[in-house]
């Protein structure tokens, strides 16, 4: 079974003023198995945003559905939707999101907190996972003392303490120089081949080029996937190009 199934996703945003409708996403269908690492991209305005809002359960889509382990979000009481948010995905953003006034630790436990487990048993858990990720001696500093591939590092914790089903990343390496980007790369990498399945919207070809399967959206729908099978990162990176110089100029991808 897929680990996630997304079927004819469509969304209407109706605007505010004048009842102008924008057609969001047309007819998004795809799947994602257990252990793989995937990559969205497309141009601005294709729709990324409004399905990866849809898959984490903040929007509801106007028809189509989203199985997560076999169970329709849509059937998800409204009263349980934080647990559920909580315990099955692990949510990494652009702007990390981290809570200034917490210590890196608060925030990597904030998920636990909330979800009522000991003290003992998180720092349990956090030890190797801050080795892991190369954050273990600067936990206690506070999000404004440490640079932003550290930041989005503990973010990275935060997401995977809970060990949720998968990780969405909304552009995780949008605000990192280059180093810092190559290094959360890696990372995912090195998470993704111990099993940890990924889901991440980027327009970065590099950062794509490290996913297993790239997904394109155009005008909202799943318009091409380029699967990296045996290709070298750089082999993908190359591919990934040709197929964005295509969807740019509105041709049709043919492979
Ligand atoms: N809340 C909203 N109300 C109305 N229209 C919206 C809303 N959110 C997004 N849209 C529209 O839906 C379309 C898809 O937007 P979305 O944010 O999903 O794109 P995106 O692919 O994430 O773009 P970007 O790469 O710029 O982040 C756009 O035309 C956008 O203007
Ligand atoms: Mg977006």
């Not at 990494?92 to 999101?97: G, K, L, T």
């Not at 487990?117 to 003392?145: H, N, T």
């Not at 794509?208 to 380029?226: I, M």
């Amino acid at each position: 079974m897929s680990l996630l199934e997304v079927s004819h996703l469509q969304k209407i945003y109706t605007t505010r003023f004048g009842g102008n409708q924008v057609e969001a996403l047309k007819n998004v269908s795809f799947s994602v198995e257990p252990g793989e690492y995937v990559a969205i991209m497309g141009e601005s305005g294709s729709g990324k945003t409004t399905l990866l809002n849809i898959l984490a359960a903040l929007d509801k889509p106007t028809s189509g559905q989203v199985l997560l382990g076999g169970k329709p979000l849509s059937e998800i009481r409204e009263r349980d939707m934080a647990a559920f948010r909580r315990t099955n995905l692990g949510f990494v953003f652009q702007d990390f999101n981290l809570l200034d006034t917490f210590s890196l630790q608060d925030n990597i436990f904030l998920p636990l907190v909330l979800a009522g487990q000991e003290f003992g048993e998180m720092e349990r858990v956090l030890g190797p996972l801050a080795e892991r990720l190369g954050i273990g001696d600067i936990l206690s500093k506070y999000p404004y003392e440490v640079s932003g591939g550290q930041k989005q590092r503990c973010a990275v914790a935060r997401a995977l303490i809970t060990n949720p089903q998968i990780v969405l990343a909304d552009e995780p390496t949008g605000a990192l120089d280059s180093r810092a980007s190559d290094r959360l790369l890696d990372l995912f990498g090195e998470i993704n081949a111990d099993g940890q399945t990924i889901l991440m919207v980027t327009h970065s070809v590099k950062a794509a080029s490290h996913a297993q399967r790239v997904l394109f959206l155009r005008d909202g729908e799943v318009y091409h996937q380029l699967y990296r099978g045996e290709s070298t990162q750089e082999e993908q990176f190359g591919r990934i190009s040709d197929t964005l110089t295509v969807l740019a100029r509105g041709g049709e991808a043919n492979e």
